[in-house]
């Protein structure tokens, strides 16, 4: 089948990527990004894109840096990120698409459904309008994506960036700290360079003008004491630019013909450092629905279900551990922009409901189907397989007594006593009844 995907970050390309494996004809739309930015990935991602087969793409990342933070004026350094310039992750990713789609330097302006098709305008580089037909559209234009209906926001956030020289003032690492007003992350990657970035309340259109927007960023960067001393000696590199950051879901991502992946269907506080994992884990899970809407249409509503579904749980796991972070910084509870993140979203009552054995939508080679699997509160859609494991068979193995441990584990269900082993151990955590 042919599809069109338009968008070349993260989200569009392993989308395309995992398409094309299941044996479609894939077109990627590839239009330069409106802002440019540095980010900081873990190893979840690192793994992601290898499982996506896009290894080639990791050679940008920068060797691992350690994380400092001052949340709630406590100094701490745990963990470690790698550091990317994202123009140069993005090329590196179009250029090993070049193996799966047809690039187009084009732009998609509008798409229309007409019967069973969708009719896409697209205005190329050289500023030529033309239409190309395909049985499915991917939107994964990032935040910006116009449209996709009703969405649930968080307050209006914005991020301040601007780059500096700093010569060997610091060695490579990121830097956390908060004030009245919000966060602020710098990032010192090798080379002398460096990248603060400050997260305030508001929108960027509201900061308009390149010298409003750097009196504003140079009196909130007084504001990081912290990070002022480790810039005390910096050079301001280039202008500020700003980002748009507002949490923000759709409540239907997916329709007949048209499925949004990525930021474009779940966009998340930056504070998260999740987005790229996320936009990764979402395209696995675009890719299955839309063969399935495709090429098995007697399970296209449970497609539909399934992708909707995981969209809204995905957001709102993740906006949840959100505010119980804001909430860990306690030194300015009724400041505007911590009391907004404080409260949002609105605590719902727990659901303390048991783990129980349901049947639900799975992802199954590159289709969704349904299948029996374990709900828990922390895991709300359901573990159907634990390292390749299947759970629900294996909880029955040693409820009747037929498995002792994970050798004959292992042996019963033909996986590596390891893995075996990985979900025996999860399965004791959960206390699942019979
Ligand atoms: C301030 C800030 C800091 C962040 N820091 C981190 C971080 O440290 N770590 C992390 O993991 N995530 C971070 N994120 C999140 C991360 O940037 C996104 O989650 C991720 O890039 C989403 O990938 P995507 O492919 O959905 O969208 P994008 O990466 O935004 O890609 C969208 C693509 O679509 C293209 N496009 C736009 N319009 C059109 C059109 N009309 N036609 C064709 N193409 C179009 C764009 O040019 C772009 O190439 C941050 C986000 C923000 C705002």
Redesign the pocket.
Known sequence: MRIIV????????VTAGELARLGHQVTI???????D??????FR?VEGLRAAGLGEALAELEAPVPRHSAWNGHAQSAGS?QLIE?TSF?AALLAAASRFADLRP????AAARRGETIAAR?VTAEGATTTLNADFLID??????PGGGRKQSGPATV?L?RRYDIGNALLPSTWLETSPRGWA?LAVPENGRAYL?I?VAGKPDALSGRRQLDSVFEALAAEFPGIAAHLAKATPKAPVFA???TASACEEAARERVLR?????L??D?L????????IA??FAAAATVNTMLCRPRDRALALRFYNERVRSTFAARVTSGRAYYQQEERWPGAPFWSARRNWPPEEAADVSSPAIQRRPVIDHGFIAEAEVIVTPEEPRGVWLRDGVPVVALWRLLESGAIDGPETAAQALGVPVPAAARALAWLATIKLRG
């Open positions: 338009a968008g070349s970050g993260p989200a569009g390309i739309l590839a239009a330069p990004r409106s802002s930015g540095l980010e900081g990935f873990s991602v990120e994202r993005d084009a732009r998609l302006a697209i994964a234009r990032g935040r910006g994506a991020a960036c992350w970035q997260t980002r748009l950051s992946v990525g930021d474009a269907a966009a998340l930056p998260s450092g999740h987005g790229v994992f996320e936009a979402g395209a």
